[in-house]
């Protein structure tokens, strides 16, 4: 059992995001979660982990979190020592590495999508405009148009199989095409929609 308890508030949306990534990582990896009342929305996730001395490690965020739920499955995080190829068999060790390298980059990518979507959505709602929210729009489509090009390329987002990459990244973007992306848009990442009904998450479309 596991157990997420709320921490300080950071905004309902970031928030919105980190328990997406948590309860996709849990319903793939079999991992029951109980959260205290409140913990969902308006607060950061935080997981008490137990140490072999007897302590605990507090994770906080969504992806701290999720990377953490995500070690226990080898297929959607493969173990870091595997990379040398343990059994001499050297090609898969260079394998292992590159899907390990691949899952962290977009895994770092994630982080960075769902900050900026926040800010985005954030300083639209505020009804703030001018160079700062065309930036952040910039830097959103140019992060979008990297998925599409990958996912036009393959199935997944790393390897050719379901990792941790596709979990971690699934709430941002879902987040974003329902909130910023118009129906043009979505017609030019038809592969990104794919994607998103493929991991269970379709886009609900809107004008």
Same mark, same amino acid.
């Given at each position: 059992?596991? =157990?997420?308890?709320?921490?300080?508030?950071?905004?309902?949306?970031?928030?919105?995001?980190?328990?997406?990534?948590?309860?996709?990582?849990?319903?793939?990896?079999?991992?029951?979660? +109980?959260?205290?009342?409140?913990?969902?929305?308006?607060?950061?996730?935080?997981?008490?982990?137990?140490?072999?001395?007897?302590?605990?490690?507090?994770?906080?965020?969504?992806?701290?979190?999720?990377?953490?739920?995500?070690?226990?499955?080898?297929?959607? +995080?493969?173990?870091?020592?595997?990379?040398?190829?343990?059994?001499?068999?050297?090609?898969?060790?260079?394998?292992?590495?590159?899907?390990?390298?691949?899952?962290?980059?977009?895994?770092?990518?994630?982080?960075?999508?769902?900050?900026?979507?926040?800010? +985005?959505?954030?300083?639209?709602?505020?009804?703030?405009?001018?160079?700062? =929210?065309?930036?952040?729009?910039?830097?959103?489509?140019?992060?979008?148009?990297?998925?599409?090009?990958?996912?036009?390329?393959?199935? +997944?987002?790393?390897?050719?199989?379901?990792?941790?990459?596709?979990? /971690?990244?699934?709430?941002?973007?879902? /987040?974003?095409?329902?909130?910023? =992306?118009?129906?043009?848009?979505?017609?030019?990442?038809?592969?990104?929609?794919?994607? /998103?009904?493929?991991?269970?998450?379709?886009?609900?479309?809107?004008?």
């Amino acid at each position: 059992m596991r =157990v997420l308890t709320p921490k300080a508030t950071e905004g309902s949306l970031a928030a919105a995001c980190e328990l997406v990534q948590v309860q996709a990582v849990a319903a793939a990896t079999g991992t029951t979660l +109980y959260a205290f009342a409140g913990g969902a929305l308006g607060t950061r996730l935080c997981l008490h982990v137990p140490l072999f001395d007897g302590t605990r490690l507090q994770l906080e965020g969504g992806g701290a979190i999720a990377r953490h739920l995500g070690a226990a499955s080898p297929r959607l +995080y493969p173990d870091p020592h595997a990379r040398v190829g343990g059994g001499g068999d050297c090609r898969a060790g260079a394998t292992t590495a590159r899907l390990l390298g691949a899952i962290d980059q977009w895994a770092e990518a994630a982080t960075s999508l769902q900050s900026l979507s926040v800010r +985005y959505l954030e300083s639209k709602g505020d009804g703030k405009s001018g160079e700062d =929210v065309r930036s952040l729009r910039t830097q959103l489509e140019h992060m979008l148009t990297a998925v599409e090009a990958r996912l036009q390329s393959g199935t +997944y987002l790393a390897g050719d199989f379901l990792t941790l990459a596709d979990l /971690l990244m699934v709430a941002p973007v879902r /987040l974003l095409m329902r909130e910023a =992306v118009g129906p043009a848009e979505r017609a030019a990442l038809a592969q990104t929609m794919r994607w /998103l009904n493929m991991l269970g998450t379709p886009v609900t479309l809107v004008a």
